[in-house]
T-cell receptor, first 113, second 114 residues
Framework: GQNIDQPTEMTATEGAIVQINCTYQ??????LFWYQQHAGEAPTFLSY????GLEEKGRFSSFLSRSKGYSYLLLKELQMKDSASYLC??????????????FGKGTTLSVSS | EAGVTQSPTHLIKTRGQQATLRCSPI?????VYWYQQALGLGLQFLLW???????NRGNFPPRFSGRQFPNYSSELNVNALELEDSALYLC?????????????FGQGTRLTVV
């Protein structure tokens, strides 16, 4: 089985840096994704980590530690448009359940001026 | 290039009826995934189709079913609708069945059961 935990809500101000944490417990880890979902819209891909370390992509970075079952998404130079839900998702393969991409409940980030 | 398209955008059904939701993947993508996003519950994995076959299904009752057509489009059928089936149903597609490439999501179908 799998268990993915991330904070329900976070708030920050424009220009700041925010770190959204995600912890997971899974028996057949294949990789971890971060998605962004604005209210009423489809989730959009942000990052993918399969090896330990930091992946940087513009203002967004994602970190993975497989031994600790831990990831974080780092957002720099926050903008109002970054207000959205951020979804941590883990790819898992098990003999019992096959392969699937399992999502956490998401972290709602509110950016204020 | 067109993204993942879903129809209808909104669907209102009565309890006990059947609902059919449709998804057209991005051209060249062979894998289609269905998720249910109910209020406060996050995205729950429903079904995964690839090359016309069901590859995996989540922890949902058998009244949730679907299929994938030769052109890789997909249908999700929900029989004997219950009030708690009210949710946003999202379809996603990818070109790789190994789950190690990003999946692109459609805008979803908002199903309301009354």
């Amino acid at each position: 089985g799998q268990n993915i935990d991330q904070p329900t809500e976070m708030t920050a101000t424009e220009g700041a840096i925010v770190q959204i944490n995600c912890t997971y417990q899974t028996s057949g880890f294949n990789g971890l994704f971060w998605y962004q979902q604005h209210a009423g819209e489809a989730p959009t891909f942000l990052s993918y980590n399969v090896l330990d370390g930091l992946e940087e992509k513009g203002r967004f970075s994602s970190f993975l530690s497989r031994s600790k079952g831990y990831s974080y998404l780092l957002l720099k130079e926050l903008q109002m448009k970054d207000s959205a839900s951020y979804l941590c998702a883990v790819t898992e393969t098990t003999d019992q359940a096959g392969t699937a991409l399992i999502f956490g409940k998401g972290t709602t980030l509110s950016v204020s001026s | 290039e067109a993204g993942v398209t879903q129809s209808p955008t909104h669907l209102i059904k009565t309890r006990g009826q059947q609902a059919t939701l449709r998804c057209s993947p991005i051209s060249g993508h062979t894998s289609v995934y269905w998720y249910q996003q109910a209020l406060g519950l996050g995205l729950q994995f429903l079904l995964w189709y690839d090359e016309g076959e069901e590859r995996n299904r989540g922890n949902f009752p058998p009244r949730f079913s679907g299929r994938q057509f030769p052109n890789y489009s997909s249908e999700l059928n929900v029989n004997a609708l219950e009030l708690e089936d009210s949710a946003l149903y999202l379809c996603a597609s990818s070109y790789n069945r190994g789950w190690n490439t990003e999946a692109f999501f459609g805008q979803g179908t908002r199903l309301t059961v009354v």
